[in-house]
């Protein structure tokens, strides 16, 4: 049986959303360790007034691509960027580049989606839904495409407890829903979507369901199959451990636990937090491309791309993050690192209010007074919101099947298992999120662990101004008992009814 090296030899590869964490790991991938492949073609869109050029040559800047450079000097020379838009007509393209890429294209790798969780819904539609209409339409006129795949997420069921490796018929008719859209006001729009979306939590979830109903409907006849990750987190070895380059989903709330702005997270203690590495989610595309490409099954496949059946971890375990954090702290903390995870929203805004918010008030108070910018309550009110909006997830818990991945990691020849590694049951959980951590300090926010020393010291500072805060709070409080009857009374009651 071909590898996959061999199979995506000589072979022009397609993607969109390459400049997102997933794709720009699947370009790494694809370059380093598919090393004849032919070319990739990025639909890259003109942002800021940078051209697609532009964007591609800050792309392969970064770190991700060090080992690929050491490897392949001259990799960009089979990077070929694209000018597009998804929400032009046709993708933006011209007919020019719609052409070259029909006539070319044998792999489609679809990433690019709106992952906001609060999109508008007409928006969220154009970019998940309307986006894959477009892309098969393309597709249709490509001469020599060999598998086209779609990446979806495993929460685009959410509403269900157990999740097979199955398209669901979609919860609303997607045409019907899609022309509403277009006449309505955005006011209307608002004020339907909680009805519209159901169960859902929101429009993200409930576009990426119909987007894969339209994917496999519309896409009949054409090689597809689905992938869908779960929370998509740090490398866990691939290129090396650790890389991440955003503050999405569960980054974003570990670094606010390291900079101490999150003293508390609503979760539920005891449900499994299903966390899959990017690397882990590439090499499961790529190999879900191979696997269709070598066996062209009569159906669409679908990867349900989790690591709980084979190896869960628990919310519990994410209460070990101030710790990491206290070992490698972030030079940008604002206090130390300490918080705890509770099911109870009233314990999670008193722990916030009183360990965070108010020092922020302050904070910001000062900085008032010294003529400079007040930041620090809209930071923390930005992370509260965040830590509202992810609560749906930490809540709750989902059983997914994932017969068809144990397929496929089963099927890969023997010299492809330890490069395209689908196996997560070695992953250490503490080693890795320690090591994500120490990813956030390093690429998301760009700190040098050489100033670990002073940044440590810093820290102990911080831990010293609590202590010294609380002594003069408790001395003050004992003084104002001491001193009022009333105040003593009502101890000797609260003493008496609780002992």
């Known amino acids: ?7 995506y030899a000589g072979k022009s590869v397609l993607i969109t959303g390459a400049t997102g964490f997933i794709g720009k790991v699947l370009v790494e991938k694809l370059l380093r360790c598919c090393p004849d492949v032919k070319s990739l073609y990025l639909l890259v869109r003109p942002k800021a007034g940078q051209a697609p050029s532009a964007r591609v040559e800050e792309l392969v800047k970064c770190r991700l691509f060090e080992k690929l450079k050491s490897e392949q000097p001259n990799f960009e020379d089979k990077i070929i960027p694209v000018s597009s838009d998804m929400l032009e007509p046709k993708l933006g393209l011209n007919e020019e580049n719609a052409k070259i890429l029909q006539q070319n294209v044998n792999i489609v790798f679809h990433v690019a989606a709106t992952i906001k969780f609060d999109e508008k819904l007409d928006l969220s539609l154009k970019l998940n ?7 098969l339409q393309l597709c249709q006129g490509m001469k020599q495409l060999e598998v086209f795949v779609h990446v979806s997420t495993a929460y685009a069921n959410c509403d269900r407890t157990h999740i097979d490796e199955i398209v669901y018929p979609p919860p609303v008719d997607p045409y019907k829903l899609m022309n509403s859209t277009e006449w309505m006001s955005d006011e209307m729009i608002t004020m339907l979507t909680p009805k519209i979306i159901g ?21 009949a006849g054409l090689p597809l199959c689905i992938v869908r990750p779960s929370i998509v987190g740090a490398t866990w070895k691939d290129p090396f451990p650790g890389w991440i380059d955003n503050f999405n989903g569960p980054s974003g709330l570990f670094i606010a636990t390291g900079m101490g702005m999150l003293r508390a997270m609503i979760a539920d203690a005891d449900a499994v937090v299903d966390l899959s590495p990017v690397d882990y989610v590439v090499n499961m595309m790529i190999g879900a491309g191979w696997h269709t490409i070598v066996h062209k099954p009569s159906t669409v496949p679908i990867y349900n791309c989790v690591s709980s059946p084979t190896n869960p971890t628990r919310w519990r375990d994410v209460e070990d993050i101030p710790d990491y954090y206290l070992k490698t702290p972030l030079e940008i903390a604002f206090r130390r690192p300490n918080a705890c ?3 109870h929203p009233w314990v999670f805004s008193y722990w916030n209010f009183i360990g965070c918010k108010i020092p922020c008030m302050v904070t910001d108070l000062y ?7 007040a930041r620090m309550v809209r930071l923390y009110d930005r992370i509260a919101k965040s830590m509202y909006t992810l609560k749906y997830f930490t809540q709750n818990d989902w059983v997914w099947s994932n017969r068809n991945c144990e397929a496929l990691m089963n099927a890969l020849p023997d010299t492809d298992r330890k490069v395209f590694f689908l196996d997560v049951r070695p992953l250490d959980w503490k080693e890795y999120l320690e090591t994500y951590c120490v990813g956030t300090k390093q690429y998301v926010l760009n700190e040098d662990l050489a100033a670990l020393p002073a940044v440590k010291r810093r820290i102990m500072k911080l831990r010293n101004i609590r202590w010294v805060f609380n002594t003069v ?11 009022s009857e009333l105040a003593r009374n009502t101890l000797d009651l609260v003493l008496n009814l609780s002992f």
Do not use: C
Request: hydrophobic residues 45%; without cysteine.
């Open 1 to 7: 049986m071909a590898t996959i090296p061999e199979v």
């Open 341 to 343: 995870i509770t099911s």
């Open 367 to 373: 900085m008032k007074l010294t003529g400079k910018k």
């Open 473 to 483: 709070v408790l001395v003050t409080l004992w003084q104002v008992i001491s001193k």
């Open 129 to 135: 839904v309307v986006t894959i209409q477009k892309m």
């Open 199 to 219: 169960n859902r939590p929101n429009t993200y979830t409930f576009t990426k369901s119909i987007a894969e109903y339209v994917f496999v409907e519309e896409g």
